[in-house]
């Protein structure tokens, strides 16, 4: 028997459960399945989630790494909390940083990098925002379509450093959106168009202003839950400028 090849066999299989536990946990948690601060013991996601204890641990560890998780020594995993003063900084940081991945993708824009904007705008526009079947709930492959749009729009800024932290922000970001489940009339769609139609020209002032005034409006639609803001549609101009963006 070959006990190297078996070890090494062994050693794949874990990975690919704790990179499964990590998928499906990370969707749930972005989701807002859980309640913030709620403790995440070993015992119960590997119940939950139909795993074992190494995998679950490994992909518990990943997810603390990205910001998802929070760790106490010796006391194990909680789920992060979510407040107004943390939403507005994560959505100052996000501006700050997108801001410069725009610009140096507009700068360094190609045929290519055009391309893919315009096909990911393209997909975006024609899925749609909620589930037929529950109009409550958003559309994981609108969801996941929108996700690829705005990377395609910072796509060419050359430095996947830019590009991971912008990942990372855009995760903690999609948390607060989903947690919200709040319903506004909005132009989404006619949004990412403006964002995409003045990058693809050129226009680095014009597309910037876009795509953070996309982001401020989002942020201010979720404050509703925190009680920042009574009506999200009525008070989202004030609430931008409390956010100092």
């Not at 946990?25 to 939950?48: I, M, P, T």
């Not at 991971?164 to 769609?189: K, M, N, P, T, V």
Request: charged share 30%; net charge negative.
């Amino acid at each position: 028997m070959n006990y190297e090849s078996a070890d090494m066999s062994e050693g794949a299989a874990k990975s690919t459960l704790a990179t499964t536990v990590y998928q499906q946990l990370r969707d749930d948690l972005l989701r807002g399945v859980y309640e913030s601060q709620s403790k995440l013991r070993v015992e119960w996601v590997v119940s939950r989630y139909g795993a074992g204890t190494s995998p679950v641990r490994e992909a518990l560890n990943r997810l603390a790494s990205e910001g998802l998780l929070g760790r106490h020594d010796q006391r194990g995993f909680f789920i992060m909390p979510v407040s107004a003063e943390e939403l507005e900084e994560l959505t100052r940081t996000r501006c700050w940083l997108e801001e410069l991945a725009l610009r140096e993708s507009i700068v360094n824009r190609t045929g290519e990098w055009e391309e893919q904007l315009v096909l990911a705008l393209h997909r975006l526009a024609r899925a749609q925002r909620r589930l037929p079947q529950d109009p409550s709930s958003n559309n994981p492959e609108w969801e996941k379509l929108h996700r690829a749009f705005h990377r395609a729009l910072i796509g060419g800024c050359r430095s996947h450093w830019l590009s991971d932290f912008c990942d990372q922000l855009s995760d903690q970001a999609s948390r607060y959106r989903l947690i919200s489940r709040g319903d506004c009339e909005r132009d989404e769609i006619g949004e990412h168009r403006l964002i995409a139609e003045r990058a693809v020209d050129g226009d680095a002032e014009g597309a910037v202003e876009a795509l953070l005034n996309h982001y401020r409006l989002t942020a201010a639609l979720c404050m509703e839950r925190f009680e920042v803001i009574r009506d999200p549609r009525a008070s989202a101009a004030k609430q931008l400028n409390s956010l100092g963006l």
